[in-house]
């Protein structure tokens, strides 16, 4: 996968990556911080190594429920105490990835923003949701805003209303799956800032999704969210990513395509190069006029009384 993104980089015309979590195997009580820390670490290494040290791609990376130790679960009373947080944010720090400031607050907690190169006035977000979490047991000492990530996102959202700039939010769990607290704070903060968060991103489930926010008091559709399928098999899946089409003044999306690996033809052809496909183009696929979160709530609709749709 990678080596066909960083061969194929001006082909995909891509700008930016977001790699949203999950970076270790799922051995879990098995492993330790150390292999934890490395697993990422690796991986790192090889993106760096198909892009290439000329590459002009920014990478924003998220944490997953897999990459702190034990799985699930991130003390967040201590700014700067996760201990494979700290044994990554040096190799995530550098040229297309995170600067030294902004290194410095994703130690500490394991969150940041970095503006789009292609347009400052955007920013990336990247959540730490280990902080809503229902199986991290720390939060039962403090549900109401772990790391003050809420308190943070909030005065981001502000500063960037102020700046009349937008926000693309990325995470690992979905704030659909989050703990109560965390969840509904989360949710206000996207309907206050409906017209700065243009769109978002999460992993977790290992299949792809997408899902439609909407608001407290109506059946408004105020956002739109992919849930991205895995790079790896887990979980029975092929392994697939996803190129997104942007407006590049107003940072919405334009269309969303699905890259997959048949497992079953490449295990017949094992010596033959890897054979990434398109599995669909949003837009065709479900002859969709654009990706707004309205004609995404009328497209949710309509697969759920449509069998042969959701099929």
Same mark, same amino acid.
């Given at each position: 996968?990678?080596?066909?993104?960083?061969t194929n980089?001006?082909q995909?015309k !891509?700008?930016?990556?977001?790699?949203v979590?999950?970076n270790?195997?799922?051995?879990?009580?098995?492993?330790?911080?150390?292999?934890?820390? &490395?697993?990422?670490?690796n991986?790192?290494q090889?993106l760096?190594?198909?892009?290439g040290s000329?590459s002009?791609?920014q990478?924003?990376?998220?944490l997953?429920?897999h990459?702190t130790?034990p799985?699930?679960?991130?003390?967040?009373?201590?700014?700067?105490?996760?201990?494979p947080?700290?044994?990554?944010?040096?190799n995530?720090?550098?040229?297309?990835?995170?600067?030294?400031?902004e290194?410095?607050l994703?130690?500490?907690?394991?969150?940041y923003?970095?503006?789009?190169?292609?347009?400052?006035?955007?920013?990336? /977000?990247s =959540?730490?949701?280990?902080?809503?979490?229902? =199986?991290?047991?720390?939060?039962l000492?403090n549900?109401e805003?772990?790391g003050?990530?809420?308190?943070?996102l909030?005065?981001e959202?502000?500063?960037?209303?102020?700046?009349?700039?937008?926000a693309?939010?990325?995470?690992?769990?979905?704030?659909?799956g989050?703990?109560?607290?965390?969840? *509904?704070?989360?949710?206000?903060?996207? &309907?206050r800032?409906?017209?700065i *968060?243009?769109?978002?991103?999460?992993?977790? !489930?290992?299949?792809e999704?997408?899902?439609?926010t909407?608001?407290f008091?109506?059946?408004?559709? /105020?956002?739109?969210?992919?849930?991205?399928?895995?790079?790896?098999?887990?979980?029975?899946h092929?392994?697939?990513?996803? *190129?997104i &089409?942007w407006?590049?003044?107003?940072?919405?999306?334009?269309?969303i395509h699905t890259?997959?690996?048949?497992?079953?033809?490449?295990?017949?052809?094992?010596d033959?190069?890897?054979?990434w496909?398109v599995l669909?183009?949003?837009?065709?696929?479900?002859?969709?006029?654009?990706?707004?979160?309205?004609?995404?709530?009328?497209?949710?609709?309509?697969m759920?009384?449509?069998?042969?749709l959701?099929?």
């Amino acid at each position: 996968m990678f080596e066909l993104i960083g061969t194929n980089q001006h082909q995909l015309k !891509t700008d930016f990556i977001t790699w949203v979590g999950d970076n270790s195997a799922h051995n879990v009580w098995d492993n330790t911080n150390e292999e934890v820390a &490395e697993y990422t670490n690796n991986i790192t290494q090889t993106l760096k190594d198909a892009l290439g040290s000329d590459s002009k791609i920014q990478i924003f990376p998220s944490l997953g429920n897999h990459d702190t130790w034990p799985v699930n679960v991130e003390d967040f009373s201590t700014p700067g105490s996760n201990w494979p947080i700290n044994h990554v944010k040096g190799n995530w720090t550098g040229e297309n990835w995170l600067s030294a400031e902004e290194a410095e607050l994703f130690g500490q907690y394991g969150y940041y923003s970095k503006p789009l190169a292609f347009n400052p006035k955007g920013k990336v /977000i990247s =959540l730490n949701t280990n902080a809503c979490d229902d =199986l991290n047991w720390w939060l039962l000492d403090n549900r109401e805003d772990p790391g003050h990530q809420i308190a943070w996102l909030e005065s981001e959202l502000d500063q960037l209303e102020k700046d009349g700039g937008f926000a693309y939010i990325i995470g690992h769990i979905p704030p659909r799956g989050c703990l109560h607290q965390f969840g *509904v704070r989360f949710k206000a903060l996207m &309907e206050r800032y409906q017209h700065i *968060v243009r769109f978002s991103s999460f992993g977790h !489930t290992h299949s792809e999704d997408l899902f439609v926010t909407r608001a407290f008091n109506s059946s408004d559709a /105020i956002g739109m969210s992919l849930i991205s399928g895995s790079g790896t098999s887990g979980g029975g899946h092929n392994p697939a990513f996803t *190129v997104i &089409e942007w407006d590049k003044e107003f940072m919405v999306p334009i269309n969303i395509h699905t890259y997959f690996l048949n497992l079953t033809e490449a295990n017949a052809h094992p010596d033959a190069a890897p054979a990434w496909k398109v599995l669909h183009d949003f837009k065709q696929e479900y002859e969709l006029e654009d990706l707004s979160p309205a004609t995404m709530k009328e497209f949710t609709n309509r697969m759920y009384n449509d069998a042969q749709l959701a099929a």
